[in-house]
């Protein structure tokens, strides 16, 4: 059986993420999307609001796990038997980044291998950074996110501006 994960931080998960995970889904058995819960960070969601809101949007893709996971990818994907680490690649900006991220966690897993899988050309302007600099400026993100997500991003920003 063939285990891939798609690590990322998916704060939150956007058209481009979920483009990914169906199309890396359908290489492996089963597909674990890692989502890391990095202390060092602040992000927008925690790391349970964000595996609901992965596990909402892919419920009905088989063979999809949602899994956080904390530390070093290559210990995760060790730890969960997986032979394969799948990432997404934009543009050429991305591509100094991920080599360094690949060759790095091959060195410290050498039975991983790193596949990328070149985002789908209308997706391949889009982050979850995008996303959240259009909603904190009330602009329509609707066409980013399913509109499962589109409501919680909205509503977290708005609590985040009362708090202010
Ligand atoms: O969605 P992101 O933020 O681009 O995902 C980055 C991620 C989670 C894949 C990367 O930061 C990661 O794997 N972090 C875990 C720590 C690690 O293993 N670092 C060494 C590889 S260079």
């Not at 891939?4 to 993420?17: E, K, L, Q, R």
């Not at 596990?55 to 063979?63: F, N, R, S």
């Not at 949602?66 to 530390?71: A, K, L, S, V």
């Not at 360094?100 to 070149?118: C, G, P, R, S």
């Amino acid at each position: 059986m063939l285990r891939a994960i798609y690590p990322g931080s998916f704060d939150p998960v956007t058209y481009g993420h979920l483009d990914i995970i169906k199309r890396a889904s359908g290489l492996a058995d089963e597909l674990i999307v890692g989502v890391l819960n990095n202390k060092a960070k602040t992000p927008l969601f925690s790391v349970e609001e964000r595996v609901k809101m992965l596990e909402e949007v892919t419920k009905e893709l088989p063979g999809v796990r949602i899994i956080p996971f904390e530390g070093l990818l290559a210990d995760f994907a060790r730890e969960m038997s997986a032979k394969m680490i799948v990432r997404g690649l934009r543009a050429v900006t991305d591509f100094e980044y991920e080599l360094q991220m690949a060759q790095t966690n091959h060195k410290l897993a050498e039975d991983i291998e790193i596949v990328f899988l070149t985002t789908s050309l209308q997706y391949s302007y889009l982050s979850s950074t995008i996303v959240k600099e259009v909603a904190s400026f009330e602009g329509d993100i609707s066409q980013f996110v399913p509109s499962y997500i589109e409501e919680k991003v909205q509503s977290k920003i708005i609590k985040k501006g009362e708090c202010k």
